[in-house]
Antibody, heavy 120, light 111 residues
């Protein structure tokens, strides 16, 4: 079955760029019936949608993060990535990648999540 | 745009039914049949329980059901079990500028 796995640094300094990768196994990021998303959850708080990417490379971003955000897809490696620039302590969170069923706009498969702390 | 509004907590006894509300606006919940619900145990990733307002993914118990009236969506859990104790989040498509909104989450306690 399809599995997603996040990877990247657990500690990022303020003002630097947070970079994470989601590796997809058991399925293809090139499928046109799915898109791929990042969602985060600050400690003790709720979920916040970050953005989507489609297999074609098209993206949709959370307006509150758009100016700092880039999501990209690498079909040759079957993975997609998140870059969030100029981070502050407010960006400290568990970051999840998830598969989105396009027609249903629902996140049906999630990675286990990775904790990223922004601190000097 | 603000997050969808959920009660912070609900509780019920085993065997009872509970309902969690998710209130949005005419720009999100009220305009689209694209509300989903997620169950999250502490320290774990969320799990999809309901999509398109009332549809259950394969493998999700039929004790979980979803509905919508106007700008408010609801998740009902019948025959409450101890294993249902978790956090629950609603989510809605919110149009072509905001795209996706989550609710603030509801902690379900099984007494």
């Amino acid at each position: 079955q399809v599995q997603l796995q996040e990877s990247g640094p657990g500690l990022v300094k303020p003002s630097e760029t947070l970079s994470l990768t989601c590796s997809v196994s058991g399925g293809s990021v090139s499928s046109d019936i799915y898109s791929w998303s990042w969602i985060r959850q600050p400690p003790g708080k709720g979920l916040e949608w970050i953005g989507y990417i489609y297999y074609s490379g098209g993206t949709k971003y959370n307006p509150s993060l758009k100016s700092r955000l880039t999501i990209s897809v690498d079909t040759s490696k079957n993975q997609f990535s998140l870059n969030l620039s100029s981070v502050t302590a407010a960006d400290t969170a568990v970051y999840y990648c998830a598969r989105v069923v396009a027609d249903h706009d629902a996140f049906d498969i999630w990675g286990q999540g990775t904790m990223v702390t922004v601190s000097s | 745009q603000s997050a969808l509004t959920q009660p912070a907590s609900v509780s019920g006894s085993p065997g009872q039914s509970i309902t969690i509300s998710c209130t949005g606006t005419s720009s999100d919940v009220g305009s689209y049949n694209l509300v989903s619900w997620y169950q999250q145990y502490s320290g774990k990733a969320p799990k999809l329980m309901i999509y398109e307002g009332r549809e259950r993914p394969s493998g999700v118990s039929n004790r979980f059901s979803g509905s919508k009236s106007g700008n408010t969506a609801s998740l009902t859990i019948s025959g409450l079990q101890a294993e249902d104790e978790a956090d629950y989040y609603c989510c809605s498509y919110a149009g072509s500028s905001t795209f996706v909104l989550f609710g603030g989450g509801t902690k379900l306690t099984v007494l």
